[in-house]
């Protein structure tokens, strides 16, 4: 991949849109995170007006710290980077005292955790609304179009997806090339949406680059019986989430009314 061009590409598309829809810049959620670093950094070379928020909701200390370490490296090399912390804690934590409670608490943990994702795209419309900036998307195009590892209308409710066309791997050589904190680069991808540690991995049973790799073969045609072990393990994961989430990455199914009808 040419990096830098790709970079200059990107910068210039978002400058375009922004310009073009007559709007003043950008805002977007910074988690500590390769994705959202990357599209942070990519926005702020714009030179437009970026407003980077650190949205913390029970999170690991870690993540909070390479998230705040990201932005104070943002603004030491951008003059158009600005900064607010929301802290949604308290907010989330009033939103599950107003629900029912369940008799098993478990059952509703993946619920709450994309009500997390949701809490927090609630937010940066807000902050986009105020003064006429757009939502930057950090989804990669593994995330986005092969697993659909996202949250729908939470971190899947954007404006613009400035990284959709780029796998993982191709995230990480943008990081490097633009200078991304290495702390960043070497962490592990998580969604950040159960206040620990776990990771993408962890949740996913396969690596990015794995991913990648069932994407491909998927593209080429193949089925599961073209593999075995490891490769048939992982081909198999990607067809099962894949194949759960075409709901996040299909159109919105539209009832049409019959001509006859009307």
Request: glycine share 8%; charged share 25%; net charge negative.
């Amino acid at each position: 991949m040419k990096t830098k061009e790709v970079i200059d590409h990107i910068v210039s598309w978002l400058k375009d849109y922004a310009t073009n829809t007559g709007m003043n810049g950008f805002v977007i959620g910074v988690s500590g995170g390769i994705d959202s670093a990357v599209t942070s950094t990519l926005c702020a070379k714009t030179g437009l007006d970026v407003l980077v928020l650190e949205m913390p909701i029970h999170q690991a200390e870690s993540q909070i710290s390479r998230a705040v370490n990201h932005i104070n490296w943002l603004q030491s090399n951008f003059n158009n980077v600005h900064m607010t912390k929301v802290n949604l804690t308290p907010v989330f934590d009033s939103l599950i005292e107003s629900l029912p409670p369940v008799d098993n608490e478990e059952e509703r943990f993946m619920s709450l955790a994309n009500t997390r994702a949701r809490l927090r795209m609630s937010t940066l419309y807000y902050f986009a609304a105020l003064e006429k900036r757009l939502v930057a998307g950090t989804g990669n195009k593994v995330e986005d179009f092969g697993v659909g590892f996202y949250t729908k209308y939470g971190d899947g409710g954007v404006d613009l997806s400035p990284i959709a066309d780029l796998l993982k791997t191709e995230v990480y050589e943008l990081a490097k090339e633009l200078g991304v904190n290495q702390e960043i680069i070497d962490a592990a991808p998580t969604d950040g949406l159960w206040g620990d540690d776990r990771t993408d991995e962890d949740q996913i049973g396969a690596s990015y680059p794995e991913l990648e790799w069932a994407m491909q073969m998927d593209d080429e045609g193949k089925t599961i019986d073209d593999f075995s072990g490891r490769e048939q393990q992982v081909f198999a994961i990607y067809k099962r989430f894949n194949n759960a989430n075409k709901h996040k990455m299909d159109p919105i199914p539209v009832c049409i009314i019959p001509e006859t009808l009307k």
